[in-house]
């Protein structure tokens, strides 16, 4: 996609703040400094418009960015080892929880893992639970370029075998430096945005 304009919008904590634009949204969400902001800086092709800082938990609230008036980029918090208080992380799990149940514009979600580790319980839990409400998402894999070409492939592979992932649920490779994977994420959000979403149950 060309990216003619990117802006933010509004920072928001619960439903009522949400921007009321009616475009579909794409959310981003991982741990706490796994290049987050940096994956939707490259796509936007922006250096500065998402946040990025060396300090785990720069981003604590849901911040939402429009995309050539057409689609919105929603930034949620960093889960795990963020260095902000308890109290506050706390307050992090129902607002994140909040906003995928229920925004009915919500089209994908971006689940980001450092392709150096293993996915923690909390990578696990959130995807098991985007899987049982039905939420369309992606899993990308950042900071290809940390590691050589043949063990970021084996990584990949180790990966999508412990998360149970096969063939078109294949990760996805990114690097923020080299702008590997961004062509291949752009083309899986193409097909999301022309699908209705609906808010999925609390059972």
Known sequence: MKII???FIKSAVKPDQYPKTGMPEIAFTGRSNVGKSSLIN???GRKKLAQTSA???KTRLINFFTVNEKLSFVDLPG?????????????????????????VNLRL?????????DPTQQDRDLIEWLRHYGRNHLIVLTKSDKLSRGEALRRRRQIAVSLGLEGDDAPILFSAESGEGKSEIWKAIQPVLLQKQEPVSNS
């Open 79 to 103: 889960y795990g080892f963020a260095k902000v208080s308890r109290a506050e992380q706390e307050k992090w799990g129902p607002m994140i929880e909040t906003y995928l149940r229920e925004r």
């Open 5 to 7: 304009s990117a802006e």
């Open 42 to 44: 490259t796509l936007l």
């Open 109 to 117: 979600v971006v689940s980001i893992l450092d392709v150096r580790h």
């Open 55 to 57: 300090t785990p938990g």
